[in-house]
């Protein structure tokens, strides 16, 4: 019975330090901008992350970045083309602001110019 218990207790050591050494690795993320045809005007996007993921909102790509591995990175190449309204590509100022709360929260952002 003795040997059961130590055998318990040093699993359980062992997987709780593991699981604190065990760290989530960066990711390599790629964003796209992607029109929603049938939602009328105004032009409307969504935020495709990796091919897979969309978010409506600026807001819910933060959060969804806020959630992955410090060190990842992210990035973007938009299309030259622009039908209007789109987010982020039409202002200097969010562009810059959207860099910075990347920087915050430890993803490299990288916007790599169209043209």
Known sequence: MKTLMLAVVLYA?????????????????TMTLAW?????EPAQYVFVINGVVAYKTLDGLKKYLKDIPKGSS???APDCC????EPL???????KAFKDYCDSIGIKFTLVPSG
């Open 13 to 29: 050591s062992f997987a709780s330090s593991f699981a604190q050494d065990a760290k989530p690795k960066p990711e390599n993320l």
């Open 36 to 40: 929603i045809a049938d939602a009328g």
């Open 82 to 85: 622009r039908i209007g309204n």
């Open 89 to 95: 590509v039409g202002s200097q100022e969010d562009m």
């Open 74 to 76: 992210l990035t973007w």
